[in-house]
Each structure stands twice: as C-alpha cells, then as structure tokens.
C-alpha cells in the first residue's frame, strides 16, 4: 500500500528541485494557454522579461509593484503561521488607506517627513483595527475568522463605495461625479525615488523592507515568534504554558491587518494620490498568493513578491508587444500559486510504499 508520511527532514537539493520544477510547470502550462488563445508564447514570454527586469528602470519598476503585495504577504504569514486564518487582507488593505486618507486633512502643516510618519502609522492603525475587530469577534464571541473577515471585506468596501458615490469624499465636476476622492495635498506625496505612473517606487518601500527584517526577527528570534509558531501547532499546551492565547490572537491579527493597512496608505500617497477602488481592488488577494508561494517565510515572501511584482510590470509590456489577452495573467498567477503549493506539498511529504499483511 502506498501512503503519504512527513519527510523527517528537510533538504535544500530537494526543495530546489520541486520549486524549479513547479515553475517550468507554471510556465508550460501558460504557454499551453498562450498558444492556445492564438498567441505566440516565446514572443509573449521574452516580452515578459524585457518588461519586468530588461533595464534598470523595469526592475525598479518591478519593485515598486512588488511593494504592497510584500505588506500583505508579510501580514498575512504571520497570521498564517498561527493558523488564525485571515482571509480580510482586501478589506484592511481599503482600511488603511481610507484611515490615511481621513488623517491627511489635518496634517498638511507638518513638515514632510513627519507626515509620512503620521500617514504611515494612520494606515498601520486603520487596517490593525478591522484586524483587530475580526480578532475580537472570535475571542468574545467564537466567530470563525474566515466569515468575519470575509464579510468585514464587504463591509468596508461598501462604506468606502458610499463615501466615495454621493458621499462626502465624493469628486464633483462641473456637470459630472465621479466615483473617487479629489487629489491629495501635493505637499502630502510620499517621495519617489524613481517612475511614473503606477509604477512609482517610493518610500513605501523602504517600509515594505522595514516590515521583512520585523517580521523574520520577530519570527524566529523573540518570545513572541515562538508563542505565535507554537498556537499554529499546538495552542492547547501554549495554554498550560501559561500563554494568554486571546490576547496573543488578537496581537497577530492587529499586526497582520497593519501591515496591510500600510501597503492601502502606501498605494494612495505614493502611487494613485486620490483614493479610488478599482486601485486598490486585488492587491490583499494577491498578498496571500504571495506568502503561500513564499511558504509563508518572510525571505520567501520577499521573493515571490518580487515575482509576481514582475509579472504585473511586465505584462503592460508584453501586452503592447505580442498582444496577449489580459485576462491571461490572472490564469497565470493562478497556475504558479497552483504548481506551487504542489511543490510545498512534495517538500514536505513523500510516498511510501508500506506491506501489507494479511
């Protein structure tokens, strides 16, 4: 009889393999798709390339996407490794730039570099509470994670839908409404260190590196990293230990709902400058695409991060060059975020051939 049976130890010859070999998978399978749609995949494939990383200012650019998906990432392991599963990264993500947004009309007179500090910390503060709330949700009231915070989702981005269609953050024209906020103070622009457009590398990113080297400190080398590696195995003997576990839930959900919020505040005053939904729509369920690919490690996160911040800059190029259908990307970030949880899949189990006796 073949079974499955955890692998007593881990091998990074054998790690390499299985990742190497989920991504020729992703990328076959994309061709597959490619050529099926009428397209030409070693043309889109190297378009690809030439957009993501063919310059310097394509790799900045690739960083500058991988920014917030990095936040998100990074909150979303540190719920993840505690088996506290947040599924509202959207939701605080749209917090946290909303939370921003409301500090910043009263922070214009402060110098610049402190308004970032207050405009960073309101983001933080604003995705850490709707974190925070789904997180006292289930410790007062044993509500599941997953349905708070799916349902808070909804809740914030249909307040944000209100306040932005008729309501008071509402942009007016002369004969027409639109459905976002009027621009920020010029004087409250996060800096940039290199692009244009949504392809703004700004300080946010310097946030974003911050937020890694916390998080893998954090993790692995304080008190606090192993009570929140131990709830994820074992939460049952945390408690003998005499761990207070609903404070420590609510602690992890307030830092990965911050980090989330950060990366809402970075997008609106680093990149957008006026707070519209279709901006920031995606960026919290790409972010736990991230860290799943990451194997929920902050130095994995930080590259896949930068993979897929690859591929959504990249694929601006390869569209205008070899005319590949749009919707192609979301397939493709699902077929690697697919391969990929395989490839952990197999890093960590492996079959065994047992006899059986009658």
Partial sequence: MIS????????LGWNVVCYSAAMLGAFLTSAILLKLSGGDPAKAFSSLLIGAFGSPGALLGSLAKATPLLLVGL??????RAKIWNIGQEGQVFAGAMAAYWVSFWVAPLPSWLAVCVLAVAGLAGGGALGLLAGALKTRFGTNEIISTVMLNYIIMFLL???????????????VAYHQSPPINPALEWPVFFGT??????????FALAASAFCSVLLDKTSLGYEIRAFGSNPTALTFRG?????????????????????????????????????????????????????????????????????????????????????????????????????????RLQLVRREVHA
């Fill in 243 to 347: 761990t207070n576990v609903r404070r420590l839930l609510l602690t992890v959900m307030l830092m990965s709902g911050a980090l989330a919020g950060l990366a809402g505040a970075g997008e609106l005053f680093g990149v957008t400058h006026r707070l519209r939904a279709e901006t920031l729509l995606g960026i919290g369920s790409s972010g736990i695409v991230v860290a799943m690919v990451g194997g929920l490690r902050p130095s994995g996160t930080m590259l896949a991060a930068l993979f897929f911040g690859a591929l959504q800059s990249g694929t601006i190029y390869m569209r205008l060059k070899s005319g590949t259908p749009a919707g192609l990307v979301s397939a493709m970030e699902g077929l690697v975020l697919l391969f990929f949880l395989c490839a952990a899949v197999a890093t």
């Fill in 4 to 11: 499955f049976q955890r692998r007593s130890g881990g091998s």
């Fill in 75 to 80: 909150g979303t392991v540190l719920a993840f």
């Fill in 161 to 175: 839908a209100y306040l932005l269609d008729g309501g008071p953050w509402m942009e007016t024209g002369v004969t």
């Fill in 197 to 206: 457009g949504a392809g703004k590398l700004h300080v946010g990113f310097l």
